[in-house]
């Protein structure tokens, strides 16, 4: 303990009683002791230290600290203590949450405020590729205390980057793997914590939802649930189901794997729930459910492409999830959120698929007496002390129970006709056998414009494509009061709307109208002979009112009015066709009729409505337009605008409208966008093809390459193994004999051989040429010198030479000589030569009276020159010797090649094409040897040459000194015998040039 207290005092040093260190200075001080202490202990320390201050200093510690943390976790890795350390204390640094350390003393914090700290130095994090795998690998380690700090950090990171994240995560190599792999670690807290990473992983990345799901995600999400109790299970089953619908939604391919895994039989055990319990449903388990709702319309979901979806609607009715569903639908006690999320699976589970839309028509609810589940779901749309989503999603079921469902509309209109029910009080007490059409006309007559509305769109589902249908509703009698005759469902709708009512009532039943008229000639017909309805139609249309709905309902009143027109069989004399045209032109006008019909479709209620069947509206003023109007709409638009306003022509066409053409405008519009974009991609993947075929051309051309050398080199393999045949023919006939082709192999290995020979003398000679450059070099340099002291000197010193030698004619010779020679060497050593100027200036102390010195001087030069010369001839001796041996081998390696020459031209009659080819390669190779060897013989020569050139110049001055120099041979015999010999062997080349051409 003392030796860490003073480890700590030096490192941090001491502070002095009247002043306390700042958290920088301590932060920096705890920094540099991680990063310079050796040893471990030492760090650790720092490390706990970092991690005490992350919280409170999280802006020193990670801008400072963050690199020195790194290299924590990858120098001392084995130390799982200090990697705990740097872990947590990075931890805190990119926590996305604020602490209550980094504010002043006395501040609130609130819960869930984040903090852009953390996504900073987030950012700073994940710069470096190489921080995310060190993580990832972190994970192999089975310690708690690195293998959770380790997950928490990457939660943080995918919490503040996601994107970035996610990138990286996506290339690392079994990245994902790993972190699947702590789903099935033994410690709760790991595996739950792995589940929140992989929900914050998987977030609008397909890929990675992919792979998660092809790691056996699923199998490890429904052992998790099993094990925690499902719906009674904790907060780990949600996690488990958001996870999951994280995979399922929007990816058609992990649904296809969801349902060909055989996995939506395993949901079923998630609704057994004990449904006659009296005990209440705690908030999580009320959270589960509506979760696990969730992942059955995810797979069912209008959004989906049709196959997924009658495939999944098949399996669910099969494995009985549907009867577990309607089940809990018919359930008492269940909370009505989780109510209403039932209600809208079971329209989506039933939509469009006759198999389980009859099943649903045949289910009963647990009443007295019993009543089909259609009912008692009516039942509670109509009334209007029902909260308002929960009649919403009635109102779904019902349409998903009639879409595309031409047995359950008959069965609806059915309960309407008086045969069949009896006639409809609007103001009693249903009886108890009471039916669908019954509630309908009672909603549709009741004073709550909401269930007016409701009731009208329910009403309308039942007549979707379906003509028959509209025809039987004719007949539909209702009796307005006691002792009044009954009146038909049309003119008692058209009474409604001229009695005032609301506007949301209006809506509703002009839509019930619109899809009553379209395609129906019978219906136009019995709504033109009600006396009221046209002027009705045209004074709402020609009104000018500004609020947004009522210039809905004018545009409602207009389609109805091109209906009208539209599908008109002239039975009617009253109101025909081109009546009804003139109608128009005269009371509303045809550019006015156009703007008040195209004007539903500039509604944002109508964008709303036609993106999804299901109703979005989330309080009754939201309630405007129906998925299946806005569908109709759509169809029928322009074509009753045209049968009402045939004047509004573009051109010369009389059948086109202004709006129409603006329309079909807008579509052409469009269409060259996509047009243009459609090029682009085409282009863009045709310059993607052409790379891809370039790139494949390169890769044959490697291939056919590696192909012919993988050829190549059997074909020597198999020479080798058969006695290392050189030329091989392509013909029985041409063979050449084995011994033969080995004995051509050896003499070229011999040639070879002495080649790598001369090379060496060669080099040799380079280098004793060096070492005498080198020499030179030193010579001119000391020249250069003393070249300005000794000018005077010299030139006095040539005077008396010349005076001295005046009497004799062969020395004043000598003297000029003399004179042009050191001319010469100033002019190209720099005009002087140390050793000339040192003879000469001996010559001069010649003729004074210190005979004595001078003499002594001269015979000094004369020993070093005599011992010099001695050395030249040794020298010149070696390389004579070298070079007559050198000549030698040239004789026997012309003589080889000469031999070779012959045995090629002996067999050249009998070789074949791939065997001419092989011995003109020989042949080639041959000729470059030889063309080696003769550049070797020249450089030789200039050598030789230039040592016999120094040995002339040094007995020529020793002469001229008057020194008896005595050599064996003479300069030119010398010359001209190595000339001489070097000569006979390029005559020889020669030859042997002509003989191989």
Not at 176 to 197: A, G, H, W, Y
Not at 398 to 411: A, D, E, H, K
Not at 547 to 568: K, T
Request: aromatic content about 6%; charged content about 25%.
């Amino acid at each position: 303990m003392d030796l860490f207290r003073s480890v700590t005092q030096t490192v941090l040093g001491t502070p002095q009683p009247d002043q306390q260190p700042s958290g920088a200075d301590t932060v920096e001080r705890l920094i540099d002791r991680v990063q310079s202490s050796t040893l471990l202990e030492d760090r650790r320390d720092g490390c706990r230290a970092l991690k005490a201050m992350s919280r409170k200093y999280r802006v020193l510690v990670g801008a400072h600290g963050m690199d020195t943390l790194l290299q924590v976790l990858e120098a001392d890795r084995s130390d799982h203590e200090i990697v705990n350390y740097a872990l947590e204390t990075l931890v805190n640094v990119t926590a996305p949450e604020i602490f209550p350390e980094e504010c002043e003393d006395g501040d609130y914090v609130p819960d869930g405020q984040t903090s852009e700290l953390g996504g900073q130095f987030t950012e700073i994090f994940t710069k470096r590729q190489e921080n995310i795998s060190l993580l990832v690998n972190l994970l192999d380690e089975f310690d708690f205390k690195v293998r959770y700090p380790t997950i928490k950090l990457m939660t943080n990171l995918l919490k503040n980057r996601p994107k970035e994240l996610q990138e990286v995560i996506l290339v690392i190599p079994s990245g994902v793997s790993k972190l699947m792999d702590q789903l099935s670690d033994s410690r709760e807290v790991i595996r739950n914590d792995t589940l929140l990473l992989l929900t914050q992983l998987t977030k609008s990345n397909t890929n990675l939802q992919k792979i998660v799901a092809f790691e056996n995600a699923y199998d490890h999400m429904f052992e998790i649930i099993r094990e925690e109790g499902f719906a009674d299970g904790g907060v780990v089953v949600e996690d488990c189901l958001i996870l999951m619908l994280n995979l399922l939604r929007n990816n058609p391919s992990n649904q296809t794997f969801f349902k060909e895994g055989s996995y939506i039989q395993r949901l079923t055990s998630f609704f057994t729930l004990p449904l006659d319990s009296k005990e209440g449903w705690s908030a999580q388990k009320v959270t589960n459910i509506h979760y696990m709702l969730q992942l059955v319309q995810t797979l069912v979901a209008p959004q989906n492409s049709a196959q997924v979806v009658t495939s999944c609607q098949k399996v669910m009715n099969n494995c009985g999830l549907l009867q577990a569903l309607t089940s809990l639908l018919m359930a008492s006690g269940v909370p009505v959120d989780i109510l209403t999320d039932t209600i809208v699976t079971v329209s989506d589970m039933i939509r469009g698929c006759l198999p389980n839309q009859e099943f649903f028509a045949n289910m009963m609810a647990p009443s007295t007496p019993p009543r089909p589940a259609i009912v008692v779901l009516l039942m509670s749309m109509v009334n209007e002390k029902q909260p308002f989503v929960l009649r919403c999603a009635v109102l779904y079921c019902f349409q998903c129970f009639l879409y595309r469902n031409q047995n359950g509309q008959s069965q609806i209109i059915q309960t309407l006709l008086p045969q069949t029910a009896d006639v409809v009080p609007g103001t009693k007490p249903f009886p108890n056998s009471v039916t669908a059409g019954q509630l309908l006309c009672s909603g549709l007559f009741s004073p709550d414009p909401v269930s007016n509305w409701f009731a009208a769109v329910a009403l309308s589902h039942s007549l979707v494509e379906n003509v028959a249908q509209k025809e039987h509703m004719l007949r539909v009698q209702l009796a307005t009061s006691v002792g009044s005759p009954p009146v038909s469902l049309m003119q008692q709708c058209t009474s409604i709307l001229q009695a005032g009512t609301k506007i949301l009532t209006r809506l509703g039943i002009l839509m019930l109208l619109s899809t009553w008229l379209a395609n129906s000639p019978l219906a136009v017909q019995t709504l033109l002979s009600i006396s009221t309805a046209v002027p009705y139609l045209t004074a709402q249309v020609s009104a000018n009112e500004h609020d947004e709905l009522e210039r809905v309902s004018q545009g409602l009143c207009a389609f109805i009015l091109g209906l009208c027109a539209q599908f008109n069989d002239g039975s009617c004399a009253n109101f025909s066709q081109e009546s009804l045209r003139q109608l128009v032109t005269d009371r509303i006008g045809a550019e006015n009729f156009g703007d008040k019909m195209s004007g539903i479709s500039r509604i944002e209620a109508y964008s709303k409505a036609a993106k999804s069947p299901q109703l979005s509206a989330k309080q009754p003023s939201d309630l405007v337009f129906d998925h299946e109007f806005c569908r109709l709409f759509k169809t029928l638009e322009s074509s009753s605008l045209r049968a009402v306003t045939p004047q509004l022509m573009n051109g010369t066409s009389s059948d086109v409208s202004p709006v129409e053409v603006i329309k079909y405008k807008d579509i052409i519009r469009d269409q060259d966008l996509e047009i243009c974009q459609l090029k682009e991609t085409v282009s863009h993947i045709q310059s993607q093809l052409n790379e891809y075929l370039a790139e494949k051309e390169t890769l044959k051309a490697q291939i056919q390459q590696l192909h012919d050398e993988n050829t190549v080199l059997k074909a020597q393999q198999d020479i080798s193994a058969a006695g290392k045949n050189v030329v091989t023919s392509t013909t029985s006939e041409a063979n050449v004999d084995s011994a033969e082709s080995q004995q051509l192999t050896q003499q070229v290995n011999l040639l070879q051989q002495q080649l790598a020979e001369m090379t060496h003398a060669r080099d040799y000679y380079y280098y004793e040429l060096a070492k005498k450059d080198a020499e030179l070099t030193a010579l001119q340099q000391s020249n250069q010198q003393t070249d300005h002291q000794q000018q005077g000197v010299q030139q006095a010193d040539l005077q008396n030479v010349q005076t001295t030698n005046n009497n004799s004619e062969n020395g004043t010779n000598e003297i000029q000589n003399l004179c042009k020679q050191l001319e010469d060497l100033q002019l190209v050593l720099y005009n002087k030569d140390w050793e000339i100027q040192q003879l000469k200036e001996n010559m001069k102390n010649n003729s004074n009276p210190q005979e004595n010195l001078s003499a002594e001087e001269r015979e000094n030069k004369v020993l070093a020159l005599q011992k010099e010369l001695d050395q030249l001839k040794e020298l010149n001796s070696k390389l004579r010797e070298e070079n007559n041996l050198m000549d030698g081998q040239l004789q026997d390696t012309l003589s080889q090649n000469k031999q070779l020459q012959k045995q090629l031209n002996t067999g050249a009659s009998s070789e074949s094409t791939v065997s001419a080819s092989l011995d003109e390669k020989k042949r080639r190779e041959l000729e470059d040897d030889l063309e080696n060897l003769k550049k070797e013989q020249e450089d030789l020569l200039v050598l030789v040459t230039d040592q016999d050139s120094k040995m002339s110049d040094y007995r020529r001055r020793l002469r001229r000194y008057g020194e008896d120099v005595t050599d064996d041979e003479d300069d030119e015999d010398d010359e001209d015998g190595v000339y001489g010999s070097l000569g006979g062997a390029y005559d020889d080349y020669d030859d042997d040039d002509e003989d191989l051409q």
